[in-house]
């Protein structure tokens, strides 16, 4: 499974910005995607995760601010009330099973969310 992710950039304190992610490949079943952020100088964390039931699950950090959604083999973050701590790059995670069984995590490329006056 190959993952892009698309959106990001810069916002002033209390703006907003969406993140998306598209997954691609052949024969397989994405299970649970999910947003991960790593701040410089900081461990990557989850931001939050959608399963293929549109279950959700956030850190406490962003409850109320930010909402995941899925639509199929896309995921979206839409990030609102955005805080400077929210700067980070932003990564999307997704556990996919294939036609055979196999299952992975795949990595998407970082995009970058500033929330700066």
């Known amino acids: 499974v190959q993952l892009q992710a698309s959106g990001g950039g810069l916002a002033q304190p209390g703006g907003s910005l969406s993140l998306s992610c598209e997954a691609s490949g052949s024969s397989f079943s994405i299970n649970i995607m999910t947003w991960y952020r790593q701040a410089p100088g900081e461990e990557r964390e989850m931001v939050a995760m959608?399963?293929?039931?549109?279950s959700t699950l956030y850190a406490d950090s962003v409850k109320g601010r930010f909402t995941i959604s899925r639509d199929k083999n896309t995921m979206y973050l839409q990030m609102n009330s955005l805080k400077a701590e929210d700067t980070a790059v932003y990564y999307c995670?997704?556990?996919?099973?294939?036609?055979?069984?196999?299952?992975?995590?795949?990595w998407g490329q970082g995009t970058q969310v500033t929330v700066s006056s």
């Open positions: 995670n997704a556990y996919s099973c294939s036609s055979t069984g196999g299952c992975t995590y795949s």
């Open positions: 959608i399963s293929n039931t549109q």
